[in-house]
């Protein structure tokens, strides 16, 4: 289970959103029991709906946010009215067909990301929760009036919470990004230090890497739409500046990898300097933290950031180098040490730039700068229905989970059904929860539900049996500790549901069973039936997703490893580019982001694929190694990026560009290996650059006592340049030809 900072959390935009969804609900059941009567009905329709759009409300692009909070509110309408009219006037099985069929279009919808799957969840929830107080006649329409006036209420909710705090949710994403960046760095300078755990250590580095490119899209996003909608303000100038420093904070590290290897071999040698290094790095993330403390907290007044220790350890590690550079002749050592001294150089640039905005961050005026390249990075939402159709077929995973989950709800009903289980709903409403399309996932999201609802449900016990059996408090006092409680848990519920699942299972079990304990005699039986009817879930959600049309992820991996290189081949066209102009673009970036964000998602598939049985994770050795080479390979791409800006040498353009073409044929012939497309005409490899180059450098090694003509182009590079970029090249080769032959390993198909 995550740990959890109560106070931080309290302080949250999280927390906020947590007791507006509380307060939403807990007005409608309030106003509906004041009024009395039919208004009663009326009032737990409408808190119902609430609790099932509640997770659709996710921040982000306005259109978007809203619009799916009132689509979310549509399908419980739907799911209300066809679910109660099916149970009032047709048979069981016509019953179960509907809830069968919308099951399905619900959770197929999900293909369309994150924020459809909370759309859709909401549709899905109420096809079992209907069926918890079924409607008849003209009472199924007054139903459906009431889900959209308690839509609306949310909505309205939500518009006023926008009003009143319009900026907390980009501070708090500010704050997240530029502590995970700190963590970066750390990370960093960590790998340096302890080579005991360094492979542990590049797997945080890399998972670092996928959250920060997650947060800062989310970040990107919000800003941009933040700044149509309200105008280029001050305050948002402000934060958009920020966020592209930090923006090159990120990639600047990106593209500067180290070579850990090298470090090692200089490192006993030159300890003072890589001890500096460290340090330096460590300074800048201290800063880093202060910030996102500041901006996170909402601080008000002039803050400013001293760069006095920062600036302090600059001196002392330029003083390092400056005495490693001193010592004689330009070798690898002191080019390694050149780049590791630019790359900080460039990086105390960044933070004090970021400090000359951040101070008077709520007040200071600033100069407005165009957005139109970085709206470039955000990714576009496809809801074209051709999408729909593409996935229509048992090869896509989300067509296999929406009618696995279909199944599994027929199944479900029944077993509810036959063994006369007390709350049937919960179980369907649990499935719902944890199912997702892979196994490992449905596994851990079942761990995390089960865990949570057993801490829950042991606090609701304990509490029940204490008023009732211990203290034999009158129903006229427990009910106001059970109310008090409740009141206590909906907003860590709600508010930590998509922070932190096993907590938010604790607090929303809690919450329910006390509710119902308001209301049945036999409070103990809830608890007892809350927690069979998830054992029942858990066994049914595992149990589906192991035998229903399995989606084991050795057989969607090739298809993972088919876009990182795609996405290499991207890369290393902005590469040539690059060659001759040696600016950085924003085709570059854009390039980059999608190689690394396809890593990310390679790393992800491995985690997935090791929470399955030990029997589904075939070729895991072969594809782990193929995941480490393709991080090596973006590496050593960002590395001779970063180098090209330095050289710009005629000599090296010609050779570079050939040598990239033929280490580009190498990827083009590991993609037609996986997708099966050999037979198509794939011309020869072509080593003969990769010769040229080694004899031209050691041509220019051969000439470097002499003095070359002015004209010539071995004046515009230093041997030990072009040693660089031939060894880089070479490497380059080297980690293509090995993922070749793993690849190969693996083969068109599973």
């Given amino acids: 289970m995550k740990r959890l900072d109560f106070l931080d959390f309290l302080k949250s935009y999280a927390f906020v959103i947590g007791v507006l969804k509380s307060f939403a609900i807990l007005s409608c059941a309030i106003v509906g029991w004041l009024l009395g009567g039919v208004y009663i009905s009326a009032g737990l329709t409408a808190a119902t709906t609430i609790i099932m759009i509640a997770p659709s409300d996710i ?243 002039t803050f400013s950031i001293s760069l006095k220790s920062l600036l302090e350890k600059q001196l002392e590690f330029k003083q390092a180098y400056i005495s490693i550079s001193q010592e004689g002749s330009f070798s690898e050592e002191q080019m390694l040490l050149e780049k590791m001294y630019h790359y900080l150089a460039k990086q105390t640039q960044n933070i004090y730039n970021v400090q000359q905005i951040f101070n008077n961050y709520y007040t200071q005026e600033v100069s407005f700068r165009d957005e139109k390249s970085y709206r470039r990075f955000v990714s576009a939402d496809n809801y074209s229905i051709k999408r729909l159709a593409d996935h229509f077929s048992f090869q896509s995973s989300f067509f296999r989970h929406a009618l696995r989950l279909a199944i599994v709800t027929v199944i479900g009903y029944l077993i509810g059904d036959a063994f006369k289980v007390q709350n049937p709903h919960w179980i369907l409403f649990t ?142 066209n902005e590469l040539i580019k690059r060659a001759d102009k040696p600016e950085i673009t924003t085709e570059y970036k854009v390039a980059r982001k999608k190689a690394f964000l396809a890593l990310a998602n390679l790393n992800a598939g491995l985690q997935r694929m090791l929470q399955e049985p030990k029997s589904q994770r075939k070729n895991y050795n072969v594809c782990n190694e193929i995941q480490v080479l393709q991080q090596d390979f973006l590496s050593c791409v960002a590395t001779l990026s970063t180098q090209l800006v330095e050289t710009p040498s005629p000599i090296v353009r010609d050779l570079f560009v050939r040598a990239i073409q033929e280490i580009q044929h190498k990827l083009q012939h590991c993609v037609a290996l996986l997708d099966g497309k050999l037979d198509e005409e794939i011309r020869p490899f072509d080593p003969q650059v990769f010769y040229e180059i080694r004899q031209t450098t050691l041509d220019l090694f051969a000439q470097q006592d002499k003095t070359p003509a002015v004209d010539s182009p071995l004046a515009a590079i230093r041997p030990q340049e072009m040693l660089f970029f031939t060894e880089q090249l070479n490497y380059l080769r080297e980690l293509t030809e090995n993922i070749e032959k793993l690849i190969g390993q693996l083969g068109g198909g599973n």
């Avoid at 829950?456 to 006229?476: K, P």
């Fill in 59 to 301: 921040p982000g692009n306005r259109k978007h946010h809203l619009g799916g909070i009132a689509i979310a509110t549509l399908f419980v309408a739907i799911s209300s009215v066809s679910v109660n009219f099916v149970h009032a006037y047709g048979s069981l099985w016509q019953l179960l067909t509907v809830m069968a069929v919308l099951t399905f279009c619900y959770a197929y919808i999900s293909l369309y990301g994150a924020r459809a799957a909370m759309v859709s969840i909401a549709g899905i929830f109420t096809l079992t929760l209907a069926l918890v107080r079924p409607q008849q006649g003209i009472q199924i329409l007054y139903n459906a009036l009431y889900i959209f006036m308690a839509g609306a209420w949310y909505i309205f909710l939500v518009r006023v919470l926008m009003w009143i705090r319009p900026r907390q949710y980009s501070e708090q994403l500010l704050a997240m990004c530029m502590t995970l960046t700190a963590k970066y760095l750390q990370t960093r300078a960590l790998l340096i230090r302890d080579t005991t755990h360094r492979t542990a250590n590049k797997q945080v580095l890399l998972s670092l890497q996928s959250s920060l490119n997650e947060e800062y899209e989310k970040l990107r996003a919000v800003l941009l739409d933040s700044r149509s909608k309200s105008g280029k303000t001050n305050y948002l100038q402000r934060q958009f500046l920020i966020f592209i420093e930090m923006v090159d904070i990120f990639e600047l590290a990106i593209a500067n990898p180290i070579p850990y290897e090298k470090v090692d071999k200089y490192a006993e040698k030159d300890a003072v300097f890589f001890e500096k290094y460290t340090h330096f790095l460590e300074e800048i993330s201290q800063i880093l933290l202060k910030m996102a403390e500041y901006i996170g907290e909402r601080k008000k007044g």
């Fill in 431 to 572: 499935v719902y929860v944890i199912m997702r399309p892979g196994y490992g996932l449905t596994l851990k999201r079942s761990k995390d539900r089960a865990l949570g609802t057993l801490i829950g449900a042991g606090f609701a016990f304990a509490l029940v049996y204490i008023c009732q059996f211990v203290l034999h408090l009158d129903h006229e006092i427990y009910k106001y500790i059970y109310g008090l409680t409740i009141l206590m848990s909906m907003p860590f519920g709600y508010g930590l549901l998509q922070e932190n699942f096993s907590i938010s299972a604790i607090f929303l079990t809690l919450y329910i069973v006390l509710a119902y304990a308001l209301f049945v005699p036999n409070a103990m039986s809830v608890v007892q039936y809350r927690v069979v009817d998830t054992l029942i879930a858990f066994a049914l959600s595992v149990s589906a997703n192991y035998l229903l049309f399995p989606s084991w992820e050795h057989k969607n991996y090739n298809l993972l490893i088919i876009k990182s290189l795609r996405a290499n081949l991207g890369y290393t």
